[in-house]
């Protein structure tokens, strides 16, 4: 069955700590996107990436960085953290198709203390 | 830029009954995709049904149907035959053709099926 997994489910971080959230897929998809869901917001791309070693700021970029050596791994990084980066980090992939959807990691819930 | 608009934060539907989520967008592009995903309280986002922008009929997936009218920018999502089930967040999303452009997202609609 193929997949996104992201390595956590539930993460409780202190401010100020650096945060890296994984994310893996198995799927050989070009594309991988990071973004966090707030209630009432939606969801909100923070950085993609279309390639190996290539990323793009998305609409909230702020506050973070990412990195993708590998094309199965996406990884996002809280440089420091803080209490307004609580929030669930979903981690999504594709193919550079407009007829081919996402499929979605199950999402980290991070807290940010 | 691309806009998705979901007017209904929240909605209830009687069990068995069918429902509507409404969903309207913005493009300048003609060639687009649209979609509907549902999540649970897991959090999980499952994937629901697809339209193209060129597809001449509407999209169905079981008891998922899109309404799709191209000329009002609209993509309603129709659930028929409501289950308790169905009770989770929805979102419409779009995706333009162009190389490696994100999929946007609405901000949802919670829908609460009642017994």
């Known amino acids: 069955d193929v997949k996104v997994t992201q390595s956590s489910r539930y993460l409780v971080k202190r401010t100020g700590e650096k945060v890296f959230l994984e994310c893996v897929q198995d799927m050989d998809h070009e594309n991988m996107f990071w973004y966090r869901q707030d209630p009432g917001l939606g969801l909100r791309l923070i950085y993609f990436s279309y390639d190996v070693k290539m990323k793009e700021k998305g609409d909230i970029p702020e506050g973070y960085s990412v990195s993708r050596e590998k094309k199965e791994r996406f990884s996002l990084i809280l440089e420091s953290a803080s209490t307004n980066q609580t929030s669930m980090y979903l981690c999504a992939s594709t193919l550079d198709r407009v007829d081919y959807g996402y499929t979605f990691g199950s999402g980290t819930r991070l807290t940010v203390v | 830029a691309q806009k998705i608009t979901q007017t209904q934060p929240g909605m209830f539907v009687q069990e068995k009954e069918a429902v509507t989520l409404d969903c309207t967008y913005d493009t300048s592009d003609q060639s687009y995709g649209l979609f509907w995903y549902k999540q649970p309280s897991s959090g999980e986002m499952i994937f629901l049904i697809y339209?193209?922008?060129?597809?001449?009929q509407n999209a169905t997936e079981g008891r998922y149907s899109l309404n799709f009218q191209k000329a009002r920018k609209s993509a309603n999502l129709v659930i028929s035959a409501s289950q308790l089930g169905d009770s989770a967040m929805y979102f419409c999303a779009m995706r333009v053709r162009k190389g490696n452009t994100p999929l946007v997202f609405g901000k949802g609609t919670r829908l609460s099926v009642i017994a």
């Open positions: 339209q193209g922008s060129y597809d001449e």
